[in-house]
T-cell receptor, first 112, second 111 residues
């Protein structure tokens, strides 16, 4: 058990709907990362927070994606107007400074 | 563009065999490199972290080496067990903010 939790674990939605995922990092970790993983591939970086500040965003993060980390604690990732290509596992990780990243169990999104 | 490649993509070995998984990266200016294990449908579990100044790290039956100049890392698993069956991913950090992952090696250890 890494201590990073994600909710929900699975989400099935219809194309065009909005979805929101939550990540709760290990409590003392100030860095939080979001990744997307498709079948047979390694995770791809989406965005990174240090405390409450979003310091880096990948070009993969289109305008339909938004992430927040209010008060530097939990984080949310919202996808608006979902598309079938958004179907993937969304992984959250946290770390203390630039140490080891600890991953959550992921949220599997299926867009019908 | 930073790229991370893992070879082989899949590996099947009998129980008890020693094995080596390979990871190569195109840009040698790395900050650190981390090996992960991923079970089907699950998140990633950290195995070993090697800082750029280190040559290797060991944990139990696992040994990871790093050769920055050649852009390579290896994960050595001694006396493999069926419970080692999983996908092994390497991830290279180039700055403070993000990792670049390889596509992984899917390992099957047969009883």
């Amino acid at each position: 058990d890494t201590g990073v939790s994600q909710d929900p674990r699975h989400k099935i939605t219809k194309r065009g709907q909005n979805v929101t995922f939550r990540c709760d990092p290990i409590s003392e970790h100030n860095r939080l990362y979001w990744y997307r993983q498709t079948l047979g591939q390694g995770p791809e970086f989406l965005t990174y927070f240090q405390n409450e500040a979003q310091l880096e965003k990948s070009r993969l993060l289109s305008d339909r994606f938004s992430a927040e980390r209010p008060k530097g604690s939990f984080s949310t990732l919202e996808i608006q107007r979902t598309e079938q290509g958004d179907s993937a596992m969304y992984l959250c990780a946290s770390s203390l400074r630039v140490d080891t990243q600890y991953f959550g169990p992921g949220t599997r999104l299926t867009v019908l | 563009k930073q790229e991370v490649t893992q070879i082989p993509a899949a590996l099947s070995v009998p129980e008890g065999e020693n094995l080596v998984l390979n990871c190569s990266f195109t840009d040698s200016a790395i900050y650190n490199l981390q090996w992960f294990r991923q079970d089907p449908g699950k998140g990633l579990t950290s195995l070993l972290l090697i800082q750029s100044s280190q040559r290797e790290q060991t944990s139990g039956r696992l040994n990871a080496s790093l050769d920055k100049s050649s852009g390579r890392s290896t994960l050595y698993i001694a006396a493999s067990q069926p419970g080692d069956s999983a996908t092994y991913l390497c991830a290279v950090r180039y700055n403070f903010n993000k990792f670049y992952f390889g596509s992984g090696t899917k390992l099957n250890v047969k009883p």
